[in-house]
């Protein structure tokens, strides 16, 4: 499975952005996709998880309320719209997919990685 992570930019605090991640190659092994994300000198933190049907999904606190994770199988696409962004989630964002049949939270859990795109929020 390849990854291609795009729609990262520079926002100021308060706004939004909405960062896609199409899959190719084996994507019946994308069950659950997720996003993470990493701040420099910091680990790589989870932010989101989305089964392959849409319905079930998971956030970490830290997003929650502010950021909403979708997919369009159909265009092997998944997308996180980001909302009401602060200068704390500036980082580079990965997304990920996994095999597993449930919501997978930790970087272990994912298979596939893509290269990551910058966000940056300003205040």
């Known amino acids: 499975v390849q990854l291609q992570a795009s729609g990262g930019g520079l926002v100021q605090a308060g706004g939004s952005l909405r960062l896609s991640c199409a899959a190719s190659g084996r994507t019946f092994s994308t069950n659950v996709m997720g996003w993470f994300r990493q701040a420099p000198g910091k680990e790589r933190e989870f932010v989101t998880a989305?089964?392959?049907?849409?319905?079930?999904?998971v956030y970490a606190d830290a997003v929650k309320g502010r950021f909403t994770a979708s997919r369009d199988n159909a265009k092997n696409t998944v997308y996180l719209q980001m909302n009401s962004l602060k200068p704390d989630d500036t980082a580079v964002y990965y997304c990920?997919?996994?095999?597993?049949?449930?919501?997978?939270?930790?970087?272990?859990?994912?298979?596939?990685w893509g290269q990551g795109t910058q966000v940056t929020v300003s205040s």
């Open positions: 989305i089964r392959r049907s849409g319905v079930g999904t």
């Open positions: 990920a997919a996994s095999s597993r049949v449930y919501l997978a939270t930790t970087r272990g859990e994912y298979d596939y």
